[in-house]
């Protein structure tokens, strides 16, 4: 039997996350997980590039692990751990900075958006954080990697750095390739429909969070930012009705053109409720299972040691491998 490929992702415990995550992310995760042998991460050592709450970090993490677990993600089936676990990854993370110029980082839009998102904390690790993702996929000898559209330009560096490696220092990693969904790669702002949707929004209308109860959940979608004219139709000088309709898709697997016919002729209220119901069949039940799931710590806990532990055993046969190429002495053990 043919084995199977490597699918790998990670998601930063930074925050309750959205439907933008869930649908650029998670779903597509759930959908792709058997078909692979599945990697999914927290990547927690990513949210350090930014000021965190420590208790906060902790109990975000756990929220994480539970919200995977309650989106379908089966951790008998896939691997699920947290990225700071394996040390493996902050070790290549060293090496691949060695192949890596300061001027491929400094141009990252990420980079850019977070330094003037956080003029007082420009540090070297929200700098080198593209590396340290490329480490993550790199290190499993990935060949598909499921994100959002924000996250190409991430991928695009972990695939020049594997391709750098290998030519100075022969075949070592495999080159992976990005799997961003067709529709909903990037679910845009409820209050203003020309920025991505995200978890750190200050206004909390502005996004659903996977956390939202029904009510929430409509009177959000009650709020958001429609654009002039009545008509219900996705179009480029239409972004606010768009990024609805195409919300309104994603949840619930309809084709746009069978959308657009459906609230032909209605008005935005009617459409408006009709999307946020459609948000909340789904994001209830996941966020009660979350709930459930994240009372019990000890599971949570077990769930996250038996991932490390198999993911390190893949980790550290690509490490190793690697610093026999770059020269360095192997370790004598016993
Ligand atoms: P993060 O935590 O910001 O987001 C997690 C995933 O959600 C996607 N996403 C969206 N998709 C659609 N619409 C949106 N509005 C939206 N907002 C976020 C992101 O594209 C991402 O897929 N650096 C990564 C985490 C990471 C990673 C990796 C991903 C670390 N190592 C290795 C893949 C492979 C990040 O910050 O994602």
Known sequence: MEEKKVLFSAIQPSGILTIGNYLGAL???????SDYRSIFSL???HTLTVRQDPAVLKKNTYELAALYLACGINPEESVLFAQSHVSAHAELTWILNTVCYPGELSRMTQFKDKSAKHEDNINMGLMD???LMAADILLYQTELVPIGADQKQHLELARDLAERFNNRFGETFKIPEGYIGKSAARVMSLAEPERKMSKSDANLNAFISMNDDTDTIMRKFKRAVTDSGDKIIASA???G???LLTIYCAFTDKPLSEAEKEFDG?????FKTAVGEAVAAVVDPIRCEKNRILADKEYIDGVLKD?????ERLAYKTLAKVYKKVGLLPRRRG
């Not at 209605?266 to 009617?270: A, D, F, T, V």
């Not at 991932?307 to 993911?311: T, V, Y």
């Open 129 to 131: 954080y593209p590396v």
């Open 237 to 239: 000088d239409k972004p």
């Open 43 to 45: 990547a927690d050592l």
């Open 241 to 243: 009705i768009t990024n």
């Open 307 to 311: 991932g490390a532990e198999r993911a």
């Open 27 to 33: 779903k597509n995760f759930r959908r792709l997980q």
């Open 266 to 270: 209605k008005g935005y209220g009617e």
